[in-house]
Nanobody, 119 residues
């Protein structure tokens, strides 16, 4: 199973970006998909997550600006980021709790994608 993230880049403050992360490989289903971010010297933090039953969880710092969504058929999660601020600059990581073909729930991470917001 692999998670492939895309959509990062450089944007000016106030701008928008949309991240995508697609799960591929052999698996039974996906529980929660989400996005985390990390800056050098700090711990990785949750940005947003979305469970298979539609429950969302957002970091306080992004509420009202970021929206998480997923396409179950495509096994893809999206993060729409609006009104970006310089403090949103980080490497963003996709995460998913995946039920494998052997009925185990495993935690997967994608390679990070850099988001840089200039002031």
């Amino acid at each position: 199973v692999q998670l492939q993230a895309s959509g990062g880049g450089l944007v000016q403050a106030g701008g928008s970006l949309r991240l995508s992360c697609a799960a591929s490989g052999n698996f039974f289903s996906i529980y929660t998909m989400g996005w985390y971010r990390q800056v050098p010297g700090k711990e990785r933090e949750l940005v947003a997550s979305l469970s298979s039953d539609g429950f969302t969880n957002y970091a306080d710092s992004v509420k009202g600006r970021f929206t998480i969504d997923r396409d179950t058929v495509k096994s893809t999660v999206y993060l729409e980021m609006n009104n970006l601020k310089p403090e949103d600059t980080a490497v963003y990581y996709c995460n998913a709790d995946i039920v494998t073909m052997t009925d185990n729930v495993m935690d997967y991470w994608g390679k990070g994608t850099q988001v840089t917001v200039s002031s």
